[in-house]
């Protein structure tokens, strides 16, 4: 396992080189440079100047190939570089301060999902076709095909402008720090509870779809019917002996949907003006802002393929025979 | 709505653990009857803003954000009334000499700088060096570039001379003054960038001091006790809420949770006429000082004759396009100057839409055979063109399916492209690889034209984006920028006026209005033609109607 373990992070590292030369190749093909949106007023003559001096001090001037040298030095520093935006702070300063909104948001809602995914799945596989079943599936397509932000529009007229139970955006209350401890987490919530329905409604659907396909192969298996022909309880057939298996799928899945963690939902993160990872990457990508592009496609990557890993090595632990298929 | 059900208890719960919170909200529904109510001190104004600021000293962004909080926090030497007309700030008198070159501010003796130091006329100095220092990325070096010296005669009096006459000398000393004190080692350096000044501690002379900022979230701002116009400014605090859906925005407003933002064009004509939303916020309507336009290629053979220029002119109703893309909320344009604005030649008229001398024009033009399709035909091609504009920008993509319309109808084929803003400008504008484009240009301050319509600014760099050339134009334009002389200026510029309406290089469609709202229990707003924030430290809210206390 640990020698299996050694093995895959080793493997990583070119796969990793592989990824941050495609991604800086392909973002600086992208037509436009930082320096061409430097418009300010069309008639001061210096503005050429000024972009020709941008370039230099960015480094642009350089080939790609030194660009990329100058970058890859820096990266396996730990030095993702400055912002190219007027405020030229640096780029992990950037994501550091966007970071957390977006992690909590997007755990809190994978928790939901999978806290209401799992039985939902459950129930209309082992119910199919029944009433309950066919509630859910018309639910999930309606889910599968809402519009986020037209979902959020509707929940805010109705709850922050119709009823004025909700605040309508941002993340804290103006007068946020003038409120005693419980008013502030209480004001907190307030603020995350409809971008965390709205995020939570489309990605409902998705999981709790998975689960019920799942489900559905597993308990037509024939331990299954052996598990009921030694005259078990259906509880303990389905609670135990399906839904362990029936489970190794969003294990996967659930590995995979790790680094989406840190992606922010663009539009999620627009209406409810939520200042997370989502605008931020929008935004550096509109500017052309390569180092904050980069910093964050680094992250992901490495983020994708310590998921990836996790994801292998979990499933060894779950499944049995994987684990003895590769001592053979 | 019936997945709503669902997470009904949810929010029930969320909404019983907010009754108790004192969120503010609702509370300033009183009817505005208390019109000629005291000025007061206090309250708070929250003003959404659809981008985040990107620095917290202006001179070297380009972002609107950013220069509508450095307004704020920042002065210049003169600054513009409310009527556009250059006035006094940190000077309170100048002097040009006969010949124009060189320029006498006399300062302020009773300015502070945030942190209790007095500013000077070093500062003048520095702001100047700072601003062409090679290092430092400013899109604005031009015009300090022309300076030929500048010096401190005295703490309060500045000598500078420039080396030609210079036609915006005065108008460029706008520019927001930098503290010496804090920020002379950064710029020597070449790191002004990475001052603490431009990102947690800006310090001005401004009516508003800086008090926090949180990226992508808002911008906060307290009153500056010590502002040395009048005193302390009226409303105590300004928070600037970055929220980037106009939809938000406007459900913010109805819901009284920001007190100033603009309407679109949409929501003030049909979403924000009952009676609720006019008791809780003035409208308001000025002309922004941009042209939206229409621009050929002058590369291209068919648009270098003029009758062509014209024909399409003729065929495009502008007053159906304006009410169809803006709802009327704009003034059609004749030129590139702003209606009223003292380079604006009144006499110059608007092209009329007149669909039988556009196909006239056409057919002298040779474009008489028509094809199968209904297409005019010249030498077996059928006049066929491609107009480009940037994505995500709907009222430039209204126009331009509008003007496809229209000049269907004159029986030319015309196809749309929407092109990413930054692949826009590097890939057709630059390149001057496109037929026609619509656009849109920032009028500025100054009614300089030269780098647009100057046949010597057409290389790729350049902004004269039609490749338009005529010598009578670049005569009247460079004899314009050198003089100090606004009657003298005003002459060329109204020939000019009058010459690109004729010529039509690029066809003037409209200038749009700015269509703010303003919470109604803020008083002491007073539109101008320079629009309402010109005069915001004289701002108040009456005792009886302010809500915010903190601060």
Known sequence: ?328 | MRSASLFAPLVVAAALVLAGCGVERGGADEPVALKDAAPAQGDTFIEASIANISALIPNIANDSASHEVGALIYNGLVTYDRDLKVAPELATAWTFSPDCKHLTFKLRDDVRWHDGKPFTADDVVFTHAAMVHPKTPTAYREDFDAIERIEAVDAHTVDVTYRTPYAKALQSWSMYMLPKHLLEPYVKEGKLREAPQNRTAPVGTGPYRFKEWKSGEKVVLVANPDYFEAGRPYLSRVVFRVIPSQATVFLELKAKGVDGASLTALQYKRQTEYPAFRKAYNRFRYAVNSVTYFAFNLKDPRFADKRVRHAIAHAINKQELMDHVILGLGRNATGPYLPGTWAFNSSVQAFPYDLARAKELLAQAGWRERDSEGYLVKDGKPFAFEILTNQGNDERKKIAEIVQASLRELGLKVDLRMVEWATLLKEHVRKRNFDALVLGLGLGRDPDMFSLFHSSKTRPEDFNVASYANPEVDRLLERGRATCVQEERATQYHRVHEILADEIPVIFLYHRDALPAVTSRVRGVKPSPSGIMYNFPEWYVPRELQRYTAG
């Not at chain 1, 409809?194 to 597993?218: C, D, H, I, K, N």
């Open chain 1, 1 to 328: 396992m640990l020698t299996y373990a050694l093995r895959r992070i080793f493997f990583a590292i070119p796969l990793l080189l592989g990824i941050t030369f495609l991604s800086f190749a392909i973002i600086h093909l992208a037509p436009g440079e930082p320096t061409d949106l430097i418009q300010g007023d069309p008639r001061l003559e210096a503005s050429a100047q000024a972009r020709q001096l941008l370039r230099e001090i960015y480094g642009l001037d350089q080939p790609i190939h030194v660009q990329y040298w100058k970058w890859l030095t820096r990266i396996v520093r730990l030095d993702f570089g400055r912002s190219f935006s007027p405020d030229g702070r640096p780029v992990l300063a950037k994501i550091g301060e966007r970071l957390p909104v977006t992690l909590l948001l997007n755990i809190v809602e994978l928790l939901i999902i999978i806290a209401l995914a799992i039985p939902i799945g459950v129930l209309s596989a082992t119910r199919q076709y029944s009433m309950f079943d066919k509630v859910t599936t018309v639910f999930v397509f309606v889910g599968f095909a809402t519009p986020d932000f037209w979902l959020a529009l509707l929940l805010l007229i109705l709850f922050g402008v119709q009823l004025g139970w909700l605040p309508i955006s941002g993340l804290r209350s103006l007068n946020w720090e003038y409120l005693s401890f419980w008013k502030q987490q209480t004001d907190f919530l307030a603020h995350l509870l409809l971008p965390v329905v709205v995020a939570t409604f489309g990605g409902l659907a998705g999981f709790s779809r998975y689960m019920r396909q799942s489900m559905l192969e597993v308990v037509r298996q024939e331990y299954i019917q052996s598990a009921r022909a030694k005259g078990l309880a259906e509880r303990v057939v389905i609670g135990k002996h399906a839904l362990r298996n029936a489970m190794l799928p969003i294990v996967t899945i659930l590995g995979l949907s790790l680094p989406g963690l840190i992606g922010g939902s663009v539009i999620v993160e627009s209406i409810f003006a939520i200042p997370g990872m989502g605008q931020l990457m929008v935004q550096a990508v509109f500017e052309r802002d390569y180092p904050v592009i980069m910093g964050n496609l680094v992250i992901v990557a490495v983020l994708t393929l310590v998921a990836n890993l996790i994801a292998d090595l979990a499933y060894g632990m779950v499944d049995p025979r994987i684990r003895v298929g590769r001592r053979r």
